[in-house]
Nanobody, 121 residues
Framework: QVQLVESGGGLVQPGGSLTLGCAAA????????MGWDRQAPEKQRELVAR???????YYTDSVEGRFTISRDNAKDMWYLQMTSLKPEDTAVYYC???????????????WGQGTQVTVSS
């Protein structure tokens, strides 16, 4: 069974930085794409960043230039480096992967359990 586990959430002051990590565990044949989503209180979940083979990295407009997604393919891990954080970045952040489990023919979407990021003074 595949699981995604986030780490690195917490409380940070406006203008501060925080790095989130995601580890994919279980039997995995191939990871096609990985990324991060977030959901703020009383708002819909939104896509924050995506990285995939042979495609440009995508960031939602509100984080462009402040957030950076990176990956360590050897470890099936990826990260979201967040800088110049704003109170409106406060949300539960979910890591995401589109991957092929071991022994499977198809690709499936997976999300982690979420980690809270709070930006407040």
């Amino acid at each position: 069974q595949v699981q995604l586990v986030e780490s690195g959430g917490g409380l940070v002051q406006p203008g501060g930085s925080l790095t989130l990590g995601c580890a994919a565990a279980g039997s995995i044949s191939r990871i096609n794409a990985m990324g991060w989503d977030r959901q703020a209180p009383e708002k819909q979940r939104e896509l924050v960043a995506r990285i995939a083979r042979d495609t440009p990295t995508y960031y939602t407009d509100s984080v462009e230039g402040r957030f950076t997604i990176s990956r360590d393919n050897a470890k099936d891990m990826w990260y979201l480096q967040m800088t110049s954080l704003k109170p409106e970045d406060t949300a539960v952040y979910y890591c995401y992967a589109n991957l092929k489990p071991g022994g499977s023919t198809y690709l499936y979407d997976y999300w982690g359990q979420g980690t809270q990021v709070t930006v407040s003074s």
